[in-house]
C-alpha cells in the first residue's frame, strides 16, 4: 500500500523535504512511516512528533489504509 507523508515546520527542515510517497506493507500502523530510510534524521526526535491521518490526530498504532495521507507535525510554541 502507498500513503502519502507530509512534513511540517522542523520535521520539514530535518528530512529536507516536505512531502514522500512511502510504500507500506499491508497492516501498517501510523509509525510504521518512521520505517522509511528518508526520514531517518527524524528518529532522534521521535518521542516529541505527533501524527496525523487524514487530518486527525493518531495514536502510533492507527491502521493505515492506501492512499492515507501522515502528517508529522513536531511541537510547537507561540506566543
Known amino acids: 500500500m ?3 507523508v507530509l512534513l ?3 520535521a520539514r527542515r530535518w528530512a529536507g ?4 510517497s512511502v510504500e507500506c506493507p499491508a497492516g501498517a500502523r501510523a509509525a510504521d512511516v518512521f ?7 527524524l528518529l532522534p526526535h521521535r518521542r516529541t512528533l505527533r ?3 487524514n487530518e486527525e490526530f ?3 498504532g492507527h491502521a493505515l489504509k492506501d492512499g492515507d ?3 508529522v507535525l513536531p511541537p510547537v ?3
Open 51 to 53: 501524527l496525523a491521518v
Open 17 to 20: 523535504t516536505a512531502e514522500l
Open 2 to 4: 502507498r500513503v502519502r
Open 58 to 60: 493518531v495514536a502510533d
Open 77 to 79: 510554541s507561540g506566543g
Open 69 to 71: 495521507a501522515v502528517a
Open 8 to 10: 511540517f515546520a522542523a
Open 35 to 41: 520505517r522509511e530510510p528518508r526520514l531517518a534524521a
